[in-house]
Each structure stands twice: as structure tokens, then as C-alpha cells.
């Protein structure tokens, strides 16, 4: 089913949205929320809890055009935070070995000071982004992004894992350079 109707079937609180937006990305959502946790239960459950937060925020917010997108974040967000609370529990998750790749990329919350200065940030990374070719635009962002492995990478790719390890390596280094071009400190 199109997005549009789907959402429109949000904005009337009909209950066969949430169905429905199961049905046609469940599957993309849980891969998001696995990479974060490392649980296919933990994943399942944070898929639920992004249907139901989409259907608390669907109205006022209108996603028509990007609906996966929409989704996608309130899921990443979800699963992120109980990665948090099990790594506060456990002192162990798998998205602390992709932060400390990043930290030595990106300024940390403390650096950005105020909501134009995080505004100008996400926009910079967005521009970085764009200039990227789109191999390694879409290998950043399915690292960074979607959680995945170097080995998962490598498989949609057609590459070895050590390839994607490498190229990751080295692209790691280039949003540090773009940003401090821009002006930002890292």
C-alpha cells in the first residue's frame, strides 16, 4: 500500500496503519533495531514501540513523503536508548565500538552549544554527505546509520569485510577534515 494511505489511515485512527506499516517495512525496522542491540527479541520490541510512538505522533506530524524515513528514526531512537539502559546494566553494547569510531570524526554534545550550532552541524554532515560518491555514501551511512556489520556491508557490496573495514578506516578521517574546513572544532 502507498505511504500516503497508510498515513492517512494514521491521521483517521484506524488501527490497520499500524498493520499495515508492520507489513511493509517490520522487517527494514527490525534490521535497524537489531543492528543498535544485538537481539532479535530487544529488536521486536522496539519496532512495537515505534508503531505505537508513530501512532501517538501521527497526527500532528504528517509524514507523507517519508514515511520509512519517519519510522526508521523513531525505531533507531528507540533502540538506541534501551542500548543505553542495557550498557548501564551491563556496562557492554554493540554500538560502543561505532561511537568510538565516530568520536574521533565528530564534536561531541558538549562542543555544540545551542540548537543553530547543532542545526548548522546536521547540516554540514548533510553536505559532507552529499559530496560523497555513492559507494561510500552508502557504506557510511549503512555503518553509521543502519548498524551494519563490515561482513553485512561487504556482502550487499560484493566486497570483502576487510575492504569494508579499510574503506570505513579512511572515510572516518574525512568528515573531521570537512568539518573543521567549515569552521566546526573537533
Known amino acids: 500500500m502507498d505511504d500516503g494511505k497508510i498515513v492517512d489511515l494514521f491521521l483517521q485512527r484506524d488501527e490497520t496503519a499500524i498493520s499495515l506499516a ?12 537489531f543492528g ?4 532479535e527479541g530487544f529488536a521486536e520490541e522496539c519496532v512495537n514501540d515505534a508503531l505505537l510512538a508513530a501512532w501517538n505522533r501521527i497526527p500532528p506530524n504528517r509524514p507523507y513523503d517519508y514515511l520509512f ?7 533507531r531512537c528507540i533502540a538506541i536508548n534501551r542500548a543505553e539502559k542495557e550498557r548501564a546494566a551491563k556496562r557492554s553494547a554493540p554500538q560502543t565500538e561505532l561511537t568510538r569510531e565516530l568520536e574521533e570524526c ?6 555544540v552549544q545551542n540548537e543553530v ?3 548548522a552541524l546536521g547540516n554540514a ?3 559532507f554527505l552529499e559530496g560523497l560518491p555513492e559507494e561510500k555514501r552508502n557504506v557510511f551511512i549503512r555503518r553509521y546509520w543502519f548498524f551494519d556489520s563490515a561482513e553485512r556491508i ?10 569494508v573495514k579499510m574503506q570505513l578506516s579512511r572515510l572516518r578521517g574525512e568528515p ?3 568539518l573543521e574546513k567549515e569552521g566546526f572544532e573537533v
Open 22 to 33: 508492520q507489513d511493509k517495512y517490520g522487517a527494514k525496522l527490525k534490521r535497524i533495531a
Open 36 to 39: 543498535a542491540l544485538g537481539d
Open 69 to 75: 524515513a519517519y519510522l526508521g528514526r523513531i525505531t
Open 106 to 111: 565528530l564534536p561531541s554534545s558538549a562542543d
Open 117 to 119: 550550532e547543532s542545526r
Open 125 to 127: 554532515l548533510n553536505a
Open 154 to 163: 561487504g556482502e550487499l557490496t560484493g566486497r570483502s569485510a576487510g575492504a
Open 176 to 178: 573531521k577534515k570537512y
